[in-house]
C-alpha cells in the first residue's frame, strides 16, 4: 500500500473516491445521498489549500481516503473526511492515513488536528439522550455502543473535547475530537 495526494491520481480515483464515501455513508441521514454530491465533496477536497491523501494497494486501486480544511490562520486542520473501503477496515488502512495526514501537518507547522465525528445512529450512549445542562459530565462518560468510529480516533491519539448538541437533530450530537500534532511552545 502506498499513501499519496489524489489530484495526480486522475479521474478513476476521485471516482473510487466518492464510490467509498457510498459505502461508508449513505446509511446516514444527512451525508451525500447522489453520486453528484459526492463527487463534488471529493472535487472539493482537491482546492489548493485543501489535503486530500488516498491510499493505493498494489493494483493503485483507492481503499482509503482522508482529507484536511484548514482552519484559525493554519493552526488547526479538520480532519474530513476518513474512509477505508468496507473489506480493508481492521488493516491499518486507516491508521495510516491518520499517521500521513498528522505528519503533513507537523510538516506544515500545523498545531492541531481536530474532527467531528457524529452520532446519528445510536452507537453511543449520548444518542437520543437530552445532554443539556450537564454537556461536560456527559463527554467525559462517553461510551461506545455499537462501534462508533469515535474508539478508532481514541487509538490513534484524539481526545474529545467537546459535543455540538442536537447537531443533527435532537439527541444526534456531533462529537468533537482532536490532538495535538506539534509540540507546544512558548505562547
Not at 486507516?94 to 501537518?105: F, H, K
Request: charged share 25%.
Amino acid at each position: 500500500m502506498t499513501i499519496a495526494d489524489l489530484g495526480p491520481q486522475g479521474e478513476r480515483a476521485i471516482r473510487q473516491a466518492a464510490e467509498l464515501l457510498v459505502c461508508c455513508f449513505a446509511h446516514i441521514p444527512s451525508g451525500w445521498h447522489t453520486l453528484e454530491e459526492w463527487l463534488a465533496e471529493v472535487r472539493e477536497s482537491l482546492a489548493p489549500d485543501r489535503v486530500s491523501r488516498v491510499a493505493l494497494d498494489e493494483n493503485g486501486d483507492v481503499v482509503g481516503w482522508i482529507g484536511a480544511i484548514p482552519s484559525y490562520g493554519g493552526h488547526v486542520w479538520e480532519l474530513h473526511p476518513l474512509v477505508v473501503r468496507p473489506d480493508r477496515q481492521r488493516q491499518g488502512i486507516g491508521r495510516d492515513l491518520v499517521a500521513d495526514l498528522e505528519r503533513l501537518a507537523r510538516e506544515r507547522g500545523v498545531d492541531t488536528i481536530f474532527v467531528g465525528t457524529d452520532d446519528e445512529d445510536g452507537r453511543t450512549n449520548l444518542f437520543g439522550v437530552d445532554l443539556y445542562p450537564d454537556v461536560l459530565s456527559w463527554a467525559a462518560r462517553i461510551e461506545d455502543v455499537g462501534g462508533h468510529p469515535f474508539e478508532f480516533y481514541r487509538k490513534c491519539g484524539f481526545v474529545v473535547v467537546g459535543l455540538i448538541l442536537d447537531a443533527n437533530g435532537f439527541g444526534k450530537p456531533d462529537i468533537l475530537m482532536a490532538k495535538r500534532v506539534k509540540a507546544p511552545g512558548p505562547a
